[in-house]
């Protein structure tokens, strides 16, 4: 039971870019969703959150979107740079379950220079 | 370094050996939630703690698995009689509680070979 779903394994940018990584949830539940950067052999890094409340959140080059009708979010990342390469997890929440994260399978983002 | 510590980094057991997981959260953080990534996968819940309280183990294999958060000292994941299947990274993160805010702060991982 695929909760989160991200299915895009792979995205390949070029420098400058937009790079848009999307990612899908199918329980009408969840209320607040996160966005996580992970390098190999290293623990997530948290990047961007939203609440349930808001469709958009801006921090500097990352913006998450969210569509609760379609339940669907993407983060935005503009301009795209080499150091962004990494692999991408959206996480899921919701205030019933305390503080479990439900995350997607990941996209790894590739930015060439 | 004020971050979430892992140790060890890495682990290496034989079947039906024990597996020790430690982590100390964030300085002023309190909850601890233990995170497991299978090769190719995403992270999978296993169990969430507050100090000397297991809050939601949903997640956790229903034999050979536990956890603890004592008063005193870093989270322990434990794991008895490891197999093969046990070989994964196992991350733990911490977060200060706080209501309306559900970030969770990272440990850079346990990687677990089990030969």
């Known amino acids: 039971d695929q909760q989160v779903k991200q299915n895009s394994p792979s995205l390949s940018v070029q420098e400058g870019r937009i790079s848009i990584l999307n990612c899908d949830y199918t329980n009408s539940m969840f209320d607040y969703f996160l966005w996580y950067k992970k390098y190999p052999a290293e623990g997530p890094t948290f990047l961007i959150s939203?609440?349930?409340?808001?469709d958009k959140n801006e921090d500097g080059r990352f913006t998450v979107f969210l569509n609760k009708s379609a339940k669907h979010l993407s983060l935005h990342i503009v301009p795209s740079q080499p150091g962004d390469s990494a692999v991408y997890f959206c996480a899921a929440s919701h205030y019933n379950q305390g503080g479990k994260l439900i995350f997607g399978q990941g996209t790894e983002l590739s930015v060439k220079p | 370094n004020a971050g979430v510590m892992q140790n060890p980094r890495h682990l290496v057991r034989r079947r039906g050996q024990e597996a020790r997981l430690r982590c100390s959260p964030m300085k002023g953080h309190s909850h601890v939630y233990w995170y497991r990534q299978l090769p190719e996968e995403g992270l999978k819940f296993m169990v969430y703690?507050?100090?000397?309280?297991?809050?939601?183990e949903s997640g956790m294999p229903k034999e050979r698995f536990s956890a603890e958060f004592p008063k005193e000292g870093p989270s322990i994941l434990r794991i008895q009689q490891v197999v093969r299947g046990d070989s994964a990274a196992y991350f733990c993160?911490?977060?200060?509680?706080?209501?309306?805010?559900?970030?969770?702060?990272f440990g850079p991982g346990t990687r677990l070979t089990v030969t």
């Open positions: 993160a911490s977060s200060p509680g706080t209501s309306g805010r559900r970030e969770q702060y």
């Open positions: 703690l507050q100090k000397e309280n297991i809050i939601d």
């Open positions: 939203i609440s349930s409340i808001k």
